[in-house]
């Protein structure tokens, strides 16, 4: 194999390198917006959580005692 066949196949695997390295940042940016989604998705049902858990919860009725004491 002459000295310019050995830089091809050298080249050609330097660029079979990068296709994979952006291949691999490209998914890896690919999972970062599927995991902030998702972070977004249950955070909103936590919400609707916490708007629904807080609409069922019966209202306090105001304490006699304390009303007492303050009209003393």
């Known amino acids: 194999m002459s000295e310019a066949e050995n830089q091809e196949v050298l080249a050609e695997n330097e660029d079979v390198q990068a296709e994979e390295a952006v291949e691999e940042v490209e998914a890896a940016a690919s999972d970062e917006a599927e995991a902030e989604d998702a ?34």
């Open 39 to 72: 972070a977004e998705t249950v955070d909103a049902e936590i919400e609707e959580a916490e708007a629904e858990a807080a609409a069922a919860e019966p209202e306090e009725p105001a304490d006699a005692s304390d009303s007492e004491e303050d009209s003393l």
